[in-house]
């Protein structure tokens, strides 16, 4: 157990656990099952910890004074990648993280803020943050035990400059949940607790959400990141605070030199998109842009026409800076196959759909090409056609 005099030190067990790191956590239960005075449950944690940190949690990966208390919370918390970028609302603040979980987003709060709470109903997780906390050498975060609630009814909130609530996606029998209603702590009925203390409140929400239904549910949301990272939507963070109207929308690619695109969620609609033909470059949106649906906008903000309404793939005759991916247009061509194959020459491809009428399954069935970079095939529909298939190369 983690926590007590006696408890589970991952340090004792270095050499075991690097020596199976790499091993299925389901193969090393089965082996191991039958043996008494081990702490199965304890480097079963750790392994499952260690085997997504090293990819999510790089710094955490490579300090063995970590203990992962149980392996649901390794589902839902923050990457160092997602935490990093939280941080820059905690300058100088006095921060309550009134989810704590895991502690990554207290951790990179106290990076820059003058304190951090972190509160958390969940002893055991309350154990391992102590131990994770002075692994990393903090001082300046303080550990609470208790559930939200309970807690903001006891004064919790008060003197607080901002507030973190990453509630639970988890349904009391395990089923994965995403409508802000279902969710625990109760955010809804929290808010207004919340919001009486004057303090900016951020809520993370799932990737699936529906924007416009969160901010149906939550009119007090005056700004929101949308952010991807590897490729994926990974987090919704609604900001609120009393009196909070007409939201923006940020969507940031946490990954390199993209540029974010910020827009009016309300202004948005307002605006029309512009059409055209397939251009020199091809332009696919980044994940946050997709999850934000902000074609207007970015036929508004950029020098760029759209392909079609439900094909969300832009282009230009100038190659530009842009919140995804650029390509270099190489041929337009029928959706045939001896011409898809002799223009491919033999070379593989990635491809791709977009608004496309036929299964991507079907497609792939009936043209063989094996998968790989630079080149990509778009299987598309045009402002003008039902079907075309779009040969590009990655741009420099």
Same mark, same amino acid.
């Given at each position: 157990?983690?926590?007590?005099?006696?408890?589970?030190?991952?340090?004792?067990?270095?050499?075991?656990?690097?020596?199976?790191?790499?091993?299925?956590?389901?193969?090393?239960?089965?082996?191991?099952?039958?043996?008494?005075?081990?702490?199965?449950?304890?480097?079963?944690?750790?392994?499952?910890?260690?085997?997504?940190?090293?990819?999510?949690?790089?710094?955490?990966?490579?300090?063995?004074?970590?203990?992962?208390?149980?392996?649901?919370?390794?589902?839902?918390?923050?990457?160092?990648?997602?935490?990093?970028?939280?941080?820059?609302?905690?300058?100088?603040?006095?921060?309550?993280?009134?989810?704590?979980?895991?502690?990554?987003?207290?951790?990179?709060?106290?990076?820059?803020?003058?304190?951090?709470?972190?509160?958390?109903?969940?002893?055991?997780?309350?154990?391992?943050?102590?131990?994770?906390?002075?692994a990393f050498q903090k001082n300046n975060i303080e550990v609470i035990c208790g559930d939200a609630e309970t807690l903001v009814d006891e004064g919790i909130a008060?003197?607080?400059?901002?507030?973190?609530?990453?509630? &639970?996606?988890?349904?009391?029998?395990?089923?994965?949940?995403?409508?802000?209603?279902?969710?625990?702590?109760?955010?809804?009925?929290?808010?207004?607790?919340?919001?009486?203390?004057?303090?900016?409140?951020?809520?993370?929400?799932?990737?699936?959400?529906?924007? &416009?239904?969160?901010?149906?549910?939550?009119?007090?949301?005056?700004?929101?990141?949308?952010?991807?990272?590897?490729?994926?939507?990974?987090?919704?963070?609604?900001?609120?605070?009393?009196?909070?109207?007409?939201?923006?929308?940020?969507?940031?690619?946490?990954?390199?030199?993209?540029?974010?695109?910020?827009?009016?969620?309300?202004?948005?609609?307002?605006?029309?998109?512009?059409?055209?033909?397939?251009?020199?470059?091809?332009?696919?949106?980044?994940? &946050?842009?997709?999850?934000?649906?902000?074609?207007?906008?970015?036929?508004?903000?950029?020098?760029? &026409?759209?392909?079609?309404a439900n094909t969300h793939l832009f282009t230009s005759n100038e190659k530009i800076n842009f919140p995804g991916r650029c390509f270099e247009l190489l041929e337009v061509m029928p959706y045939k196959k001896e011409i898809i194959l002799e223009k491919l020459a033999g070379?593989?491809?990635?491809?791709?759909?977009?608004?496309?009428?036929?299964?991507?399954?079907?497609?792939?069935?009936?043209?063989?090409?094996?998968?790989?970079?630079?080149?990509?095939?778009?299987?598309?529909?045009?402002?003008?056609?039902?079907?075309?298939?779009?040969?590009?190369?990655?741009?420099?």
């Open positions: 157990m983690v926590g007590g005099e006696n408890s589970f030190n991952p340090k004792n067990w270095k050499d075991w656990i690097l020596q199976h790191e790499q091993e299925s956590v389901a193969d090393i239960a089965l082996r191991y099952g039958p043996k008494k005075d081990f702490p199965l449950a304890d480097l079963l944690h750790q392994l499952k910890g260690r085997q997504i940190a090293k990819q999510k949690l790089p710094s955490w990966y490579v300090n063995f004074e970590v203990v992962y208390p149980d392996g649901l919370i390794l589902e839902q918390c923050s990457s160092e990648a997602t935490s990093s970028f939280k941080a820059q609302f905690a300058t100088d603040k006095t921060v309550l993280d009134l989810t704590g979980g895991l502690g990554i987003d207290s951790l990179a709060f106290s990076n820059v803020a003058k304190k951090v709470i972190y509160a958390e109903q969940n002893e055991r997780r309350c154990a391992a943050a102590k131990i994770n906390f002075q008060k003197d607080i400059d901002l507030i973190f609530i990453d509630p &639970s996606r988890r349904s009391d029998s395990g089923k994965k949940i995403f409508r802000i209603e279902e969710l625990q702590p109760n955010v809804i009925e929290l808010k207004e607790k919340l919001l009486r203390k004057g303090a900016h409140v951020i809520i993370k929400l799932a990737p699936m959400l529906d924007i &416009s239904e969160g901010i149906r549910q939550l009119p007090e949301t005056f700004r929101i990141d949308v952010l991807s990272w590897k490729g994926e939507c990974r987090e919704l963070l609604f900001h609120i605070k009393k009196g909070g109207t007409l939201p923006q929308i940020h969507c940031h690619d946490l990954d390199g030199n993209v540029p974010s695109l910020t827009f009016d969620y309300y202004k948005a609609s307002q605006l029309s998109l512009s059409f055209s033909e397939p251009k020199k470059y091809i332009y696919e949106p980044n994940a &946050s842009v997709r999850k934000a649906g902000a074609w207007k906008s970015i036929c508004d903000q950029y020098p760029v &026409s759209i392909l079609h070379r593989n491809a990635q491809m791709v759909f977009y608004n496309f009428p036929e299964e991507p399954v079907k497609v792939k069935k009936k043209i063989i090409v094996k998968s790989g970079e630079p080149l990509y095939l778009f299987f598309v529909g045009l402002h003008n056609v039902a079907t075309r298939v779009l040969l590009c190369s990655l741009a420099d």
